[in-house]
């Protein structure tokens, strides 16, 4: 918020209309939940709401950017997950997070994607969790982003980084799919699809999982960041119960 963000809480349901304008659904449907008896979904996370926010609508120029940051929970089915991940903390049916989402000029979406990662990192950072940013190529990038970059937190207990958090720029795929057009006021002609980009700031658990992994000392403590100890009644560390 303090970046110029406004901050939203988008609706935890969505019709299937507008959710085929932000993801492929062939793609993605079986990790989603379905209401019975009604056109409704449960949604995996806010980018998709805010995405619709602004359906078969045209925006003046001058609206734009228009930046957002969405909280919600958000659910899904992790259908044929396996593992010991599948349990616990780092994936879940249901999780909180912490959104990013831009509408954008076409042509300053790549500074925006770049804005998005550096609001991500500088949460890492002031966290002090060990990460890395992996620039995703194009055979694991999906059909909705033209860009994605993942930030991987390191996780000692699996000795590997695990993926925390995907920043994308989406350019026009949700736009032309939604109909979110922009031009001048006034003008009937020119009117031109905006670009869409969306990054994770936090999911709450798998950034729980990150901390605790990466501060957990000898004797099974947990040492606290220092940027959460104002909220944790200034306490340093976390001592297992006796």
Known sequence: ??????????????????????????????????????????????????????????????????????????????????????????????FNKVEQFIFSKPEDSWDYHEELLENTEELMKELEIPYRVVNV????????????????????RQDKYIEVISCSNCTDYQARRLNIRMGKVGEEKGKEFVHTLNSTALATSRTMVAILENNQTKDGAVEVPKALRKYMNGKKVIKPRE
Do not use: N
């Open 1 to 94: 918020v303090e970046k110029g963000y406004e901050l939203i809480e988008p609706p935890f349901m969505m019709k299937r209309e507008p959710y085929e304008g932000t993801v492929d659904l062939s793609d993605f449907e079986d990790v989603m939940y379905k209401i019975e008896g009604e056109d409704l979904y449960l949604i995996a996370t806010s980018e998709h709401p805010m995405a619709a926010m602004y359906k078969d609508e045209i925006l003046s120029e001058d609206e734009l950017p228009i930046k957002l940051v969405g909280v919600s929970p958000c659910f899904r089915r992790e259908v044929g997950s396996r593992g010991v991940d599948t349990k616990g903390l780092f994936r879940m049916h249901q």
């Open 137 to 156: 190529c194009t055979g694991d990038i999906g059909t909705v982003a033209a860009k994605k970059y993942d930030i991987e937190a390191w996780s000692p």
